[in-house]
């Protein structure tokens, strides 16, 4: 069993950065696949990156690409995502999850394990 918990967000202007934790419990975490999603208001949840169980491969949606960078460390249970470059439209819950079954990386149905979100709002 795995249990996630998000911190970081907050408000911030266009063009500020915000550091995404994501803090996990459970021996096995090191072995899984950690995705970020985010979801906005009235739209579905959304994939923005994952980085693989060994931090060796990472991936971006092409919305964040190049200003959003997804790292982790085992030792510490942590993956984080540092957010540079925000703008409005990034708005929103931002969940980490785990993925226990190898399935795949870009939907949410893959992976197993969530945290509750964290509130990230850009203003323009």
């Known amino acids: 069993q795995v249990q996630l918990v998000e911190s970081g967000g907050g408000l911030v202007q266009a063009g500020g950065s915000l550091r995404l934790s994501c803090a996990a419990s459970g021996r096995a975490f090191s072995k899984y696949a950690v995705g970020w999603f985010r979801q906005a208001p009235g739209k579905e949840r959304e994939f923005v990156a994952v980085?693989?169980?060994?931090?060796?491969?990472?991936y971006y949606d092409d919305s964040v690409q190049g200003r959003f960078t997804v790292s982790r460390d085992n030792a510490k249970k942590t993956v984080t995502l540092q957010m540079n470059s925000l703008q409005p439209e990034d708005t929103a819950v931002y969940y980490c999850?785990?993925?226990?079954?190898?399935?795949?990386?870009?939907?949410?149905?893959?992976?197993?394990?969530w945290g509750r979100g964290t509130q990230v709002t850009v203003s323009s």
């Open positions: 980085v693989s169980w060994n931090g060796g491969s990472t």
């Open positions: 999850a785990a993925d226990a079954r190898a399935s795949g990386w870009y939907e949410p149905d893959d992976y197993d394990y």
